[in-house]
């Protein structure tokens, strides 16, 4: 099997390079990202996935600058919509199945319990919007996968577990908010489970996420808990608290059920915590 997987410099590619050879050694992965070619160019999509020829195409690539989409909406449709529309038509043409990765702000966050990939989007961001743009444009696929996942961290590039443990080490106190609501979701587990969606060629829309529901405030105190420091150091606020107030409005709950992978019979994700610990060991030893 050969696999060509967008944003590949990111937290979910890098795991997913990783990931694709470690379940099965003769699957050839090829990573590429913006340095390569822009996913939002329909001609350069067109041209690499043609050259490629993969048998699977993972679009990990996206804007996930979720504030700067607010005042730059175009760059975040382009990216985030536009460009999932030509990685289909490209995925058409070669026969390669198309997965998608999505998040939990195609939601508004008010139904009060955890959704399922069966109820209705409506995202309260342009990230959120031009991302539901996204799955519809992957859905026109001949052959698509769609993961949605939410709070992503992992040991590479810019995630709250960093920013925790970056100013837990800089603060004795540490504020986080206690009004918003998800799944923390570990790259390296979803990349496994992405992995065998892709080779499963399962088709239609998963919500993957680690189990244990969380706000960022019980978050914080679960990475200060793996540093093995005291937890009381983290205070709750509300996001009516954040100064200056970020742009872009978080849903603020948005679990995301993983309904349709447990009616498949699929073993879920483990909890947080475990790939948490795991992360936090390894960002040390660095
Ligand atoms: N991070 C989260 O908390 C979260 C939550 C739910 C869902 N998701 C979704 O999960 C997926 C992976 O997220 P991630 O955290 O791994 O993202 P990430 O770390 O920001 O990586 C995305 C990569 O895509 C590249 N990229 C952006 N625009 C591109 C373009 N037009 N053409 C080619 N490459 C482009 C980026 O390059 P530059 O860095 O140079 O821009 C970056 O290397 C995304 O679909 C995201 O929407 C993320």
């Known amino acids: 099997m050969r696999v060509l997987v967008t944003g590949a410099l990111g937290q979910v590619g890098r795991e997913l390079l990783e990931a694709f050879p470690a379940a099965n050694t ?3 992965v090829i990573g590429v990202d913006l340095g390569d070619f822009d996913i939002g160019d329909r001609d350069e999509v067109l041209a690499a996935v043609s050259a490629s020829s993969p048998d699977v195409v993972v679009n990990t690539a996206a804007w996930t600058a979720v ?3 607010e005042s ?7 990216s985030n919509a536009l460009a999932v529309r030509h990685l289909a038509e490209a995925s058409d043409r070669v026969g390669a199945h198309l997965v998608h990765i999505s998040t939990d702000y195609v939601f508004d966050g008010t139904k009060g319990s955890p959704y399922v990939e069966w109820d209705e989007p409506n ?9 539901l743009g996204g ?22 590039g810019s995630n709250m577990v960093k920013t925790i443990m970056r100013v837990a080490a800089e603060q004795p106190e540490l504020s986080f908010v ?3 609501f998800g799944h923390p979701t570990f790259a390296d587990d979803l990349a496994r489970m992405v992995v065998r969606l892709a080779t499963e ?3 239609g829309l998963f919500h993957v996420t680690n189990a244990g529901a969380t706000s960022w405030f019980g978050f914080a105190q679960a990475v200060l808990e793996a540093m093995g420091e005291d937890p009381d150091r983290v205070r709750p606020i509300s996001t009516t608290d954040l100064q200056p107030p970020r742009p872009a409005p978080r849903p603020a709950f948005s679990v995301l059920d993983n309904m349709a992978l447990r009616l498949s019979g699929v073993e879920p994700l483990p909890d947080f915590h475990e790939p948490l610990q795991r992360t936090v060991t390894w960002l040390e030893a660095q």
């Open 26 to 28: 003769s699957t050839e």
């Open 67 to 69: 504030d700067a989409a």
């Open 72 to 78: 730059e909406p175009d760059g975040a449709w382009r």
């Open 123 to 131: 995202p309260a961001s342009v990230y959120g919007a031009s991302k």
């Open 135 to 156: 799955e519809r444009e992957a859905a026109q696929a001949r052959s698509f996968t769609i993961a949605r996942t939410s709070w992503v961290c992992s040991r590479h």
């Open 178 to 180: 206690d009004d918003q």
């Open 201 to 203: 060629r399962r088709p």
